[in-house]
DNA sequence: ATTCGTGAGCTTGCATGGAAGACGGCATGC
DNA sequence: GCATGCCGTCTTCCATGCAAGCTCACGAAT
């Protein structure tokens, strides 16, 4: 219990821009993240850590980890002594994640639109997404579009100054990606969003930090009353 | 890449009610997790896995990935090759904390007064928790207001039906709970809490989702515009 | 035919040791 | 006096080994 000299006070990881030292810890959840969310290790699939460490030509420990961070971030489960799992979305967890993610975002809008010093260099970049996203309308480009989409948003995020609202949105964002990228194609094409987009930039650029608000909100739960028939309707127990 | 089996689907941690099987991991977690809420190890303290692992009488192993999951939820931090950091929080943390919390519990207000089966059982909780608050005032019981106080807002996410946003306002609550105690004394008699609870309370009972939501958020808002001063009056450049 | 017990082969939990990095004090050079 | 480079010590990182628990197939008994 010494606590060894007075050392700095620093702070919660929040501010810090740390670029996380390269370690294998590291590499296999990046590795992990990114197999997940990709879907090559679909939902439901069962492995186990030895086999993951020899794919990833490190031992036992890394992995493991890694693994203890995705589990608290909701992309897996480890089922003691009998392996790991990779969680699958119900409807209802869909449900769950865009309600909050509306929400969040409601209140990133109305962060960024009620300060001046956040929201000048924000609205630079949500400018240059949102003709970017007029591009790929134009051009039919589904895929350049979703990547339009996701900048959009995650601008909104991690700009309005809040770096744990940003990191709670970028969590349950990641749990539902797979399902997202799922979706992507069967729903008509996506016009609305854009002017949705729109008129949350333009409500953020008047400082108009209740609409913003309102904007950014409603925008996320119509995408919701959209996707969540299209699941049901698929019979989608998870996905 | 052998998916083994078609085992049972099993969905994320979400719905689970899961006691945590009893494991050294998991001792080691709560031990480190109580003592840095209960202030034992105070912010700025640091520490190393050993010296952590021959007082809780294990090996460093379960200490290391204990502090793993605490890393994730921003109570300490690991600094390479020099050992772990407990958190602490400045006034600006404090204010993305009850941003946060204040965002979600609105949401949290909402969705309960908008299901009917949910926000019965809800309704019968909070009414007994508000008879206790208003017992602890009338006895000017410090304690057993703050207790009360915690378990209202308790109640209010964990049956709100949203396991993620449950997940979310526990995680940023655990962060600000030591900030929360050292405040406490330094407040005026909190009578308005007691009000703007059975506000909140009536609200739900009507069914009213969008008045429930707005006053939910307001309380926490009224919250934060008193501490707030009161971190800047002290100053008190981290707690 | 069906049930139940048993054991082999998985799995992770945890302990431990060696390796490499970070810090701080001390000696050295100016 | 002051800066600088070196080295001992402390720390985590990672690999590995053993132990214990879980699953499932197989075989025996009913």
Redesign the interface.
């Known amino acids: 219990?010494?606590?060894?000299?007075t050392?700095l006070?620093?702070?919660?990881?929040?501010e810090a821009i740390e670029a996380k030292?390269p370690?294998l810890v590291e590499d296999a959840y990046r590795a992990m993240k990114t197999a997940v969310r990709d879907n090559v290790f679909?939902?439901?699939?069962?492995?186990s850590e030895q086999?993951i460490a020899i794919?990833l030509g490190m031992s036992r420990t890394p992995v493991?980890?890694a693994l203890?961070?995705l589990?608290?971030?909701?992309l897996v489960?480890v089922l003691?002594k009998r392996?790991i799992?990779v969680?699958?979305?119900?409807p209802a967890?869909m449900r769950?994640?865009y309600?909050?993610i509306a929400?969040?975002e409601?209140?990133a809008a109305e962060?960024l639109a009620g300060d001046e010093a956040l929201r000048r260099p924000a609205l630079e970049r949500l400018d240059a997404i949102n003709v970017d996203m007029r591009t790929a309308l134009d051009q039919d480009d589904l895929d350049a579009w979703a990547q339009a989409d996701d900048r959009f948003h995650r601008e909104l995020v991690e700009r309005c100054g809040?770096?744990?609202?940003a990191r709670?949105v970028h969590t349950?964002m990641d749990?539902s990606h797979r399902a997202r990228m799922l979706t992507l194609r069967l729903r008509a094409k996506p016009v609305r969003s854009l002017k949705e987009h729109l008129a949350v930039t333009s409500a953020i650029r008047k400082g108009d930090a209740v609409k913003a608000g309102t904007l950014a909100r409603a925008h996320r739960q119509h995408a919701r009353d959209e996707l969540m028939p299209l699941l049901e309707t698929l019979g989608m127990?998870?996905l």
């Open positions: 219990m010494t606590a060894r000299g050392g006070i620093v702070g919660p990881p929040s030292a370690s679909p939902p439901g699939y069962q492995g086999e794919r493991h980890e203890i961070r589990q608290e971030e909701g489960r003691p392996g799992l969680c699958a979305l119900s967890d769950e994640i309600d909050l929400t969040l409601g209140l962060l809040n770096s744990r609202l709670a349950v749990q127990r998870h």
